[in-house]
């Protein structure tokens, strides 16, 4: 597959010159202060996000490279519109090895192929997007799955199916774009009240933009470990259990979030030169998630017949969602705000406070203490 470097004519120019000015800026009066964290800042907040996006096509035969070079050259074009100077994409074919599997099964592609494959691209880029076009008998199917490579995490994927093949680039660059998840720096942590800085925040020129981060966005915090290298550590990326952080006050580049979390957080940690503290926006595409409850001593147990309640975090307005099953689940749906913080009673006994976003993930399994033999 031969795509070629797909920069218009017109929009190379264009590129070139806001990157300069970008650089003018970081070079300037901020490479004065002396201190590499100093320095740090800049490059967080006025470079634009790496993105590498791999695209993979089956063998059809309407599936060909000059088709290929239209969804590149398509997808690069529009993100300069759409995304502006706080994007810097690349579109290649999809390595080898992950081929197939890109096309075929994208969900079940795993960290640890990307990070075989991708090498030191893990350390250059801030997202790498599998995309794959499909054929299939009633037209195409078109996939995007981010993995962000500094919380080494996947995000929701997207999917699309269309009937023309001539509609392939335009639905594959808003695949892309709906795939995108913004992701923030945490500076501070005191108490409940966390500092976050956007990445690129300096670039963002409109509130439409990919990048930007909305007021009512729920945030997903994410700890993670590195070594004397900078990879992760084994079992090095942590995201926050059961934490949320809802923005109290969004000011350009930087925000102030309030820290939901229904067991001990990890927020607390300092960050260093081996421990990065981050966060993505949460932004559901389902509908609901199944809450399933079970004994933390006893996993094979399920907690049948335990009370669910939610409380607004705005509001405060409780009410009850039902019961679990015999198999400890009950479905919660999304409701008019996307955090909701859930209380686990049973007997009238308080057993655990689970705050979630649902539609975020299809399933969700927390560990509480069984109640059933006090009662």
């Not at 956007?198 to 729920?218: E, F, H, Q, Y």
């Not at 926050?240 to 925000?255: E, K, R, V």
Request: glycine share 6%; proline share 8%; aromatic share 6%.
């Amino acid at each position: 597959m031969g795509i070629r470097r797909n920069l218009t004519k017109h929009a190379r120019p264009l590129r070139l010159i806001l990157l300069a000015m970008v650089g003018w800026f970081i070079a300037g009066p901020w490479t004065q202060a002396g201190p590499a964290a100093a320095q740090a800042q800049p490059n967080w907040l006025y470079s634009p996000y790496r993105i590498r996006v791999w695209l993979a096509m089956d063998g059809s035969p309407e599936l060909t490279e000059p088709l290929a070079d239209r969804i590149a050259a398509t997808i690069t074009d529009r993100s300069l519109t759409v995304a502006q100077a706080a994007w810097d994409i690349r579109t290649v074919p999809c390595p080898l090895p992950l081929r197939w599997d890109a096309v075929m099964r994208p969900q079940e592609v795993t960290v640890d192929q990307v990070v075989q494959v991708a090498g030191p691209r893990m350390k250059i880029d801030d997202k790498l997007v599998l995309l794959s076009i499909r054929a299939e008998p009633s037209g195409y199917r078109v996939t995007a799955r981010e993995l962000d490579t500094h919380t080494r995490t996947w995000q929701p994927m997207i999917q699309r199916e269309i009937h023309q093949v001539e509609r392939i680039p335009e639905t594959a660059f808003a695949a892309v774009v709906d795939a995108f998840t913004p992701l923030m720096q945490i500076e501070n942590v005191r108490g409940r009240e966390v500092s976050l800085r956007i990445r690129a925040g300096g670039l963002i020129m409109d509130a439409d933009n990919p990048s930007a981060i909305r007021s009512t966005d729920v945030l997903l915090p994410v700890l993670r470990r590195n070594d004397r290298l900078g990879e992760p550590l084994q079992d090095g990326i942590l995201p926050a259990p059961w934490t949320f952080l809802t923005i109290n006050q969004l000011d350009g580049y930087s925000l102030v979030a309030q820290a939901h979390s229904g067991q001990y957080s990890i927020l607390g940690i300092r960050a260093s030169t081996r421990i990065q503290r981050y966060a993505l926006a949460a932004r559901p595409l389902e509908r609901e998630t199944d809450l399933r409850l079970i004994s933390r001593n006893e996993p094979q147990i399920p907690l049948a017949g335990y009370e669910i309640y939610s409380k607004d975090p705005l509001t405060d307005e409780t009410v009850l969602l039902g019961s679990t099953d015999w198999r400890g689940i009950l479905r919660v749906r999304r409701g008019e705000r996307p955090l909701q913080v859930l209380y686990v009673r049973n007997g009238g006994q308080l057993l655990a406070r689970l705050p979630m976003v649902p539609g975020l993930e299809p399933m969700l399994t927390a560990e509480i203490r069984n109640d059933d033999r006090r009662l």
